[in-house]
């Protein structure tokens, strides 16, 4: 525990009081944290939505500027893994159990209550995919991008602890080291906790959800519990192991098992459908992403509502989860030039994310359509992707398949999280000691229960929303700090550049 700092015994001194009031008043701590998510998205949904506009666009001009071919290190320095493990560990840090938990459902859902369609028509499917895609897709990985791309590039080019706070060297200077740099990262923490959480608890309701189909398990509070608990024992053993083995290994199997996952239910589903749906959804969601990208709906209700309820709680959900997701991408990234980065962080996750939801939504949707199991919508949301394999040849196997890697995700995301909050808490060490990475695996396990016990998945959502609201403003400057500290080292390499060329041509 010598290497621990203040941020460690702060943070875990308000999240052990919090905890606490969950444990021991429930439902005081629901009412509260549900005025303050019924305020912040009353008065502030604008602000959400914005900003996740801002990532994107900054994310995707990176790619076309002067600084695409700097490089995330020295210039020797080469990539520590390849791409196919790249991507494998940040595509699972990033999605994980979330897009498995809202691949059948949240088609479904829009499909039955469309903001801007006939519910149950071809019409409302058709938005329904598009809605989804949108809110798994671009502006997710670019708020990924910037968080990411701005800690590796301190960390490996600049030599700055992998925190936070030490973006901010080129705004604030040595405050970083002081009581400035000190909140930064504590809100790091908390954001990353209750996003972490809200993913936990997800697991836990879908995992509970598949045993209740293949099983006579119940999906209940106490079901879910022992899962968490059993989860839990699993990912700290895996984040015990470290990041080159437990981690890498395990996120390989979750790409081995998504695919198969993938594969195995275009084969035994609706495959025409399916790729039909792949393409003209992507089609779709490009020629719609600048107008969702701004949707606010400030004349109508209903539709403003929708927004407030899935596309703020979507954004803040991310940028929970982004401290997490970003220091633990910019920990696999070095000796990437800036360019590939973004291009990798940015577009291949969102392509496979529209493939996701081409197959398990696409063919949730197609079940509806075609009558073939009209029931689906009634179901609870853990219980949508079961409910379609249900309906399909070799269902139960699928139905095992998708709890393996519920599971391993589960495992997975909390483990990377684990590591992350580790490396946040010890001064961006690389290696975080065990029982630090002990003590936040507990933490957040009891994070997810008591919300679960307090409120269910509406007090996961609304964890997210509150956690994420100050950290939007971290990730706004953070973007002011990165595009100060790209040109003076831009330059500086030019000058250099330049003054090489002249040596050799006095030389001459």
Known sequence: MKKVTSVFWISLFISVIFVMWGAFAPQNLDHVSSGIQSFLTDKFGWLYILSVAIFLIYSIYLIFSQYGKMKLGKQGDQPEYSRLSWFAMLFSAGMGIGIIFWGAAEPLIHFASPPQ????????????????????????????????????????????????????????????????????????????????????????????????????????????????????????????SGIGRGIKYLSN???????????????IGPTRYIFETFFSTTLSYLKHLPEDSFASAPNSPEYRQWIKDWTVFYWAWFIAWSPFVGTFIARISKGRTIREFVVGVLFIPTLFCILWFAVFGGGSLYQELQGINTSLTDLAKEEALFGMFSSLPFGTVAIILAVFLISTFFITSADSATFVLGMQSTNGSLNPPNTVKLIWGIIQAATASVLLVSGGLGALQTASVVSAFPFIFILLLMIVSLSKALREDYHQELYYAEKKTDDKQIQR
Do not use: C
């Open 117 to 240: 369609a006939d519910p149950e028509t071809k019409e409302a499917a058709v938005k329904a995919l598009r809605y989804s895609v949108f809110h798994w897709g671009l502006q997710t990985w670019g708020i990924y991008t910037v968080i990411a791309l701005s800690i590796a590039y301190f960390k490996f080019r600049r030599g700055a602890p992998g925190l936070i706070s030490a973006t901010f060297q080129p705004l604030i200077g040595n405050k970083v080291n002081g009581v400035i740099g000190k909140l930064i990262d504590i809100i790091a923490v908390f954001a990353t906790i209750f996003g972490v959480a809200t993913s936990l608890g997800l697991g836990a309701a879908q995992i509970g959800g598949g045993l209740a189909f293949i099983s006579d398990i119940e999906n209940t509070m106490a079901t879910k519990l022992i899962i968490i608990v059993i989860v839990t024992v699993l990912f700290t053993a895996s984040a015990w």
């Open 253 to 267: 199997v979750n790409i081995i098992l998504a695919v198969a996952l993938l594969l195995l239910t275009i084969v």
